[in-house]
């Protein structure tokens, strides 16, 4: 119940900021809606695809669009208030990004897929919504530039395997792993500790 709990916590502050970037993209509201939607949900639907895991979370469970939609049309009525609630949604974009990568874990973890396939899994929960929000915006995405993102998702699944492998029992193996990754995620803002990056100016001619 406490991961349920962050999880529909999670998809809606992400449908929240999905329709703020959409919002500055001049979207009309079924725009609003659908990249709200997407970004909600597009991780663990993209992960369910890529497994061969069926049914999809958001047909299994259709009122997770209805929810998605309706806190996109809520953030188009109140746009001028969210912008004072920035480090809120900080904050909850770290909740979704741990709580994303834990449960994509999980079901790879239950399809006895091996290590490799199960990080991934949870990196693609957590990471795949805001890049197809991103590439829909218009914008890089977020896990291709310099910002601790990718990054925190697979310590997360990591310690979150590790957790498994030394038999910890359920909540802690759940809890300490997202702790130490939102840990890691606000140090990474605080601080702004970024990824090297590769800067290439040359023509070929």
């Known amino acids: ?3 349920l709990t962050f999880y529909l916590i999670a998809i809606t502050a992400e449908a929240m900021t999905a329709a703020l970037a959409a919002g500055r993209r001049d979207m009309d509201w079924v725009g609003v809606c659908v990249i709200a939607c997407i970004t909600a949900l597009g991780g663990g639907s993209v992960r369910d695809v890529l497994l061969g895991h069926y049914p999809l979370t958001w047909v299994k469970h259709p ?3 209805w929810m998605t939609a309706g806190a996109a049309i809520f953030t188009a009525l109140t746009a001028r208030m969210m912008r004072h609630l920035h480090k809120l949604f900080l904050a909850l974009d770290a909740l979704g990004l741990v709580t994303f990568t834990v449960i994509g874990c999980q079901i790879a973890i239950e399809m006895e ?4 396939i ?3 899994s949870g990196m693609i929960t957590g990471c795949a919504g805001g890049v197809l929000r991103d590439i829909l915006c218009n914008d890089i995405p977020l896990l ?3 910002e601790m993102y990718a990054s925190v998702s697979m310590v997360t699944g990591g310690l979150y395997m590790l957790a498994i492998h030394f038999e910890l029992n359920e909540l802690a193996s759940m809890l300490v792993p997202m702790g130490v990754g939102l840990l890691f995620r606000f140090l990474a803002l605080r601080f702004n500790w970024q990824m090297p990056q590769f800067v290439y100016r040359d023509d070929w001619k």
């Open 113 to 116: 897929l091996p290590v490799t």
């Open 1 to 3: 119940m406490l991961l």
């Open 63 to 65: 009122e997770y669009l």
């Open 118 to 120: 199960i990080l991934l």
């Open 144 to 146: 291709f530039r310099k």
